[in-house]
Every structure is written in C-alpha cells, then in structure tokens.
C-alpha cells in the first residue's frame, strides 16, 4: 500500500483525495487549520503545521509517506517552500498540483501587483474611496493604515484586527455567481476591486462582473513555485504523476 500525502484543504486537493482513496493507496491529507470549519476530504485528515521543513522531514519517515503532493493554495508559499526542502532531504518524490491562474480577457482593467503592500500603496491615493477586498482574512493587516477609503472585506471566518479604520465584513464562501457579485458590488457602491491571482471558478466571477462595470481590479500576482519540482494543472495530470513507478 502505498502512502500518499496531500498538502492542502484546496478543491483540487479534495478531489485528488476522493480519488485515491477507494484504490489500495493510504490517503492523508494535512490542512493548514486556518478556517474554523473546513470542508474535509475523503482519507485519513490531520490538522495543523508540522514545524518547519524538519518536522515534515522527520513526519514523512515516520509514516513512511512514498509520495508528497502539495495541493496548497496559490499563496501558500511558506509551506511550499518547506515541502520542497522536506522533499530534498528525504528523498520523497513531490508534486505541485496548481491550478492555473486567472485569464485576462478584453474589457478587464486590471492593475498587477507583485504584494498586498504593494496593492495598498497603488489604492492611495487614486483609485477610489470604495474598495471590495477579497485577499483572506490574513491578509487585511497590509490595508489597516488606509484612512478615507472604506473597505469591504470578504473572508470565511472573522479577520483578526488590525483592520482598516473604515471596514465592513462580510462571511461567505463561494462558488459565488456573476449575477450576485454584480449586485454586491453595485449595492455597495464599490470604485475597486483588490484580489489575489487565485484562479480557479469558485470565486472567478468577481473578475467577471468587476468587467461588466468597467472597475478596475488590483490583483496580486502569485509567488513562484519552488525550482526542480514538477507541476501540473489539474487532479488528471497528478493521477498520472501517481501512476509513474520510481
């Protein structure tokens, strides 16, 4: 039996998991614990950090993991980068399951920046006074010193301060549809909108609408996956990847 890691709560690493685990494979998967209620895969779960790239080191021994697929969110950078060292220092075979980024297409006015620093530094002073932020509930501290720009924020669970001077919360989780991002974004009466390079169609209809209504969108570019690890697009690309004997 072979035993397979899966990095990450994303909808790709879900899927993968539902799809392993009815074989002969041993099936864990290891979420971050960042959200109060996850949505649970299919498998054995564990819930929290391993305590840098050694700790994950000496848990892929342990548990005699043969495989290490990291099914992290985009931005997850740090435990990416400590997969790719846990990886190397144990010899584990490992994969980076992303999925692509979004698609710009024509009528889209979006304004690419490399951080959440950055996007708050491009917001003042000019692109509006009503900002819709979907970054995560992590990432608001980056925007707490804007004064004069009221801020709508949409996260899964309650961001921990600090927080904009003016901010209004909203808890939701997507899929989200294009019909009812452009009713958020008119009722609000939103100038801009600031996202991550997330992808994926859970949350792909914002871009959508924000088009629509001719908004311009600050989105915050991805970091780069880690050098001399393979990656692939899609739950087929790593089923394969699983496939190849080493």
Do not use: Y
Request: charged share 20%.
């Amino acid at each position: 039996m072979r035993h397979v890691l899966i990095l990450g709560g994303t909808t790709e690493g879900r899927t993968l998991a539902a799809e392993l685990a009815p074989t002969a494979h041993r099936v864990t998967s290891s979420l971050a614990g960042r959200v109060a209620q996850p949505r649970l895969p299919a498998g054995e779960v564990r819930i929290g950090g391993f305590g840098g790239p050694e700790g994950l080191a000496d848990w892929l021994r342990d548990e005699r993991v043969d495989a290490v697929v990291d099914a992290t969110h985009p931005f997850a950078a740090g435990i990416s980068r400590n997969a790719a060292l846990a990886a190397a220092a144990t010899g584990v075979p490992l994969l980076v399951l992303r999925r692509p980024g979004f698609t710009r297409v024509d009528g889209d006015r979006w304004i690419p920046v490399p951080s959440l620093a950055a996007a708050a530094a491009e917001l003042l002073p000019r692109r509006g006074e009503r900002v819709f932020l979907t970054i995560g509930r992590q990432g608001l501290a980056a925007f707490a010193h804007l004064d004069g720009v009221h801020v709508l924020a949409r996260s899964v669970d309650p961001p921990e301060p600090p927080l904009p001077p003016s901010c209004e919360i909203l808890l939701d989780r997507g899929p989200f549809t294009v019909q009812g991002e452009e009713a958020l974004l008119r009722e609000h009466r939103i100038d801009v909108l600031v996202t991550k390079d997330s992808g994926g169609s859970a949350t792909a209809a914002k871009l959508t609408a924000a088009r629509g209504l001719r908004l311009p969108v600050i989105i915050v570019e991805r970091p780069p996956v880690p050098q001399d690890v393979p990656v692939v697009p899609d739950v087929p690309g790593a089923l394969h990847w699983l496939e190849q004997p080493r």
